[in-house]
């Protein structure tokens, strides 16, 4: 009888023998290495806000690298080149913005809908003039 913590009944000494009594000692839990994700958790804001300004980084190097592409390499590659080169860094600064300052999706949230349960349901549902009082 003598289950120990997490049993519910361990053997303690009273008076000059032994005696069982309940005990609410919960048993050691195992411990993890990894703590437990929570798939369904948003992302934090921080994380959020370092995303965004990581994307705008990029986005604006990717633009300054190509105005110094278009310049660089005016007369080597053909005039389309170089003029899209040039095009995607003048327009490339509204769009990493747009995207720097657009946040995740919220998510669709589960509306529960009211099911009758059978063994709930009156009689005879038929019968509208049928009032019951309280």
Known sequence: MDRGPGGGVVRVPVGGGMTFVA????SPRHHRQE?????????????????????YAITMGIRAASLILAVLLLHVVP?????????????????AVVMANDRPPKKKLQVNHYEP????????PTRPDRVIEG
């Open 79 to 95: 005039l389309w080149l170089d003029l899209g080169l040039a095009v995607l860094g003048t327009f490339l600064p509204g769009f």
């Open 117 to 124: 349960r059978p063994d709930r349901v009156l009689d005879n």
């Open 23 to 26: 005990s609410s000692q919960q």
């Open 35 to 55: 703590p437990v994700l929570i798939t369904e958790a948003e992302v934090s804001r921080n994380e959020q806000l370092a995303a965004r300004k990581k994307r």
